[in-house]
DNA sequence: GTTTGATTATGACTTTGAGTCAAAAACTAT
DNA sequence: ATAGTTTTTGACTCAAAGTCATAATCAAAC
């Protein structure tokens, strides 16, 4: 590849860049469908012509806007996966990671839900499904990685039930509290105070459910809270 | 009400039915965003123009189908509330019917969903969307009152958790693990037999996990499950 | 620094489908 | 039968996704 090719494809990634960021941007204010293509193309100062050289269709470009989040979340679970201590550690370390990004990104889950209608997968290009796979299967082995150390520890010894069904588990109750937690109804009528904290109690839980050792009673999880967030968000800024 | 305007009124509802099974149908088939009002004019044998004599818009259409259907659910819960039993067995009562439910209305999870798009409420008529909060305030309750007889009786003793805590955490189990069930790629991953299944045994890990009397090891929930279908599905057909 | 051919960007245009409403059809009461 | 009222219709408008012929830009050769 000459030098000038490979400057216009930094260029072109940096414009992909931009598009999305206002892509998500209008997203959040608007949802999906009252998404304008014209006013995105007048906001990144680009034909709408040229959106359509970067993504073949609307589904396409809000399947990027998705993937890209959800690449942000394999990263911070791949971090969290880093923290060392007992399994159950580890997979709060996930948990906490799960929360602190649902607390950035506040439209994410809206956006996953989105993905959920069939449509969506019909008109998107290959490629972008492929991305989108790809980084859906990084925050799976995350998960699935620590589950399967904590059986093979013994730290969970739950009989006739495969380390899959455990993750799968866990994945159904974060996505299912974040989801709940975003209902206003809902939330309100559970007269719920944190809808972000309540994701981690029902994953405690959860684990407690299956007999995942230290159990919650059994261990001092504020001091492991405490270790999570200094050594694996030590930016962020806790209120609680 | 004279009884030309009953007979007017008898006839209008039953023509509403007809397009909100056309359009269950159409929605199963397409989707949302592909859901044609023309094809559905053309379907229910009505000008598009009749379709606007019944719903404000394409929105206030989809969720009058969601609404359908949430009552069909919020029925079946009030039956399985009917179910004696301990307050657990009880829970689980509602659980399967959650199931029975989920199997007999494959693409309500999906619809469901839908719903959550923000731009949906904005543009349903208010007269919609508090039929619809009526019959999710049914399925709520129908939680609740068991989980609060559970803490009456004690059968839960979780000190420091709210009744709706533990509500709010068993409709984010049950919803999750549908929804999780219903991404293909997840359940391929976690090789799921039946996706069905699964959303109870996590509701059962979760029951587990706070403590709620008997556990699961220390009754005969095999037993309870043959009286739920007995006596509150006795026409459905059990293939397991 | 000009020409030329190739690449890239544009926005006017086409198409699709939601939502409207004036006119037609059907119904009711006298 | 007729006049007045209600209900139904589908051709129309309008908004927004998606296209593509043309314009603008760029890179290499001379």
Same mark, same amino acid.
């Given at each position: 590849m000459s030098a000038t090719t490979a400057r216009k494809e930094r260029e072109r990634a940096a414009r992909e860049e931009l598009i999305l960021d206002h892509a998500q941007r209008l997203l959040l204010r608007d949802g999906y469908q009252n998404l304008n293509l014209d006013e995105l193309a007048e906001a990144v100062e680009y034909s709408k012509g040229t959106l359509y050289l970067h993504f073949s269709n609307k589904e396409d470009l809000a399947l990027s806007v998705a993937t890209r989040a959800l690449q942000e979340r394999a990263d911070l679970f791949e971090q969290a996966n880093q923290f060392t201590g007992r399994t159950r550690e580890r997979i709060r370390a996930v948990g906490v990671a799960c929360g602190e990004f649902a607390r950035q990104h506040p439209a994410y889950f809206h956006v996953?839900?989105?993905?959920?209608?069939?449509?969506?997968?019909?008109?998107?290009?290959?490629?972008?499904?492929?991305?989108?796979?790809?980084?859906?299967?990084?925050?799976?082995?995350?998960?699935?990685?620590?589950?399967?150390?904590?059986? /093979?520890?013994?730290?969970?010894?739950?009989?006739? +039930? /495969?380390?899959?069904?455990?993750?799968?588990?866990?994945?159904?109750?974060?996505?299912?509290?974040?989801?709940?937690?975003?209902?206003?109804?809902? $939330?309100? $009528?559970?007269?719920?105070?944190?809808?972000?904290?309540? $994701?981690?109690?029902?994953?405690?839980?959860?684990?407690?459910?299956?007999?995942?050792?230290?159990?919650? $009673?059994?261990?001092?999880?504020?001091? +492991?809270?405490? /270790?999570? /967030?200094?050594?694996?968000?030590?930016?962020? +800024?806790?209120?609680?």
């Open positions: 996953e839900l989105m993905l959920k209608s069939a449509s969506f997968w019909d008109r998107a290009s290959e490629e972008r499904k492929h991305l989108h796979s790809l980084q859906a299967s990084r925050t799976f082995l995350s998960v699935n990685n620590i589950v399967q150390e904590a059986f /093979r520890v013994g730290d969970i010894s739950k009989v006739g +039930t /495969r380390p899959e069904e455990v993750t799968f588990g866990l994945v159904s109750v974060s996505m299912g509290s974040h989801i709940a937690a975003a209902s206003r109804e809902l $939330a309100v $009528a559970c007269a719920l105070a944190d809808p972000f904290a309540v $994701a981690l109690k029902n994953g405690d839980i959860f684990c407690d459910g299956i007999g995942w050792k230290p159990l919650f $009673a059994d261990w001092d999880y504020a001091a +492991t809270d405490q /270790r999570i /967030r200094q050594e694996l968000f030590p930016q962020a +800024t806790w209120l609680h």
